[in-house]
């Protein structure tokens, strides 16, 4: 019966100490270098879209869309956030601002509107609107002055963020940011 213990114990203890493998002659394999993957692009920030009709059908009219938030502080002294949409469409361009919240109802200028606009090298461009977007609010950046084509080509030309000011005659001022990027593959589109 001792036999039969002590061969088990005895192999495994000859299997615990067994000397160390030999060295490989073979060549340690080089660590490999991680496989570079193609960065994706960003999505474009001005989306293109199609107008619809009163019952919801979609039309073949094209529109680019941007969304953004900045602030406002007007002559009575409130301040804020306030959101804006910018369209553009073959025709005109348009800036919708909602003070607070954008379920507020859209701002109403009236009389003229300065919008400067300075992109990340420098440059500037002025416009001016007497005119809202349409009949609920917005400005309107029109052709009929040739403010409409300064500004694509301003847009077109730039890179990157360009800051904007806008300043009505009851001294409101709103400052928000807009993206130059993506901006002429989505005129091309409409």
């Given at each position: 019966?001792?036999k ?10 000859v ?5 160390e ?13 991680p ?25 073949e ?9 900045g ?9 804020g956030?306030v ?25 109403k200028?009236t ?7 300075k ?18 609010g917005?400005?309107?950046i029109?052709?009929n002055n040739n ?9 077109l ?10 300043r ?23």
């Amino acid at each position: 019966m001792i036999k039969k213990i002590l061969i088990p114990i005895l192999l495994l203890a000859v299997s615990c100490h067994s000397p160390e493998p030999s060295a490989s002659t073979a060549k340690p394999k080089a660590p490999s270098k991680p496989k570079s993957v193609a960065p994706k692009p960003a999505a474009n920030p001005w989306v293109v879209k199609n107008y619809t009709k009163a019952g919801g059908e979609s039309t073949e009219r094209k529109y680019a869309r941007f969304d953004t938030e900045g602030t406002f502080s007007a002559q009575d002294g409130s301040n804020g956030k306030v959101y804006v949409t910018f369209m553009l469409n073959k025709e005109n361009a348009g800036i919708l601002l909602y003070k607070s919240s954008k379920s507020n109802p859209l701002e109403k200028s009236t009389g003229t509107v300065i919008i400067k606009m300075k992109n990340t090298k420098g440059e500037e461009i002025e416009l001016t609107s007497s005119r809202g977007w349409n009949k609920t609010g917005g400005i309107l950046i029109e052709q009929n002055n040739n403010d409409y084509s300064r500004f694509r080509i301003f847009m077109l030309q730039s890179e990157g963020t360009v800051n904007v000011e806008i300043r009505d005659e009851s001294a409101a001022v709103y400052n928000f940011n807009i993206i130059a990027t993506g901006f002429g593959d989505s005129l091309g589109q409409i």
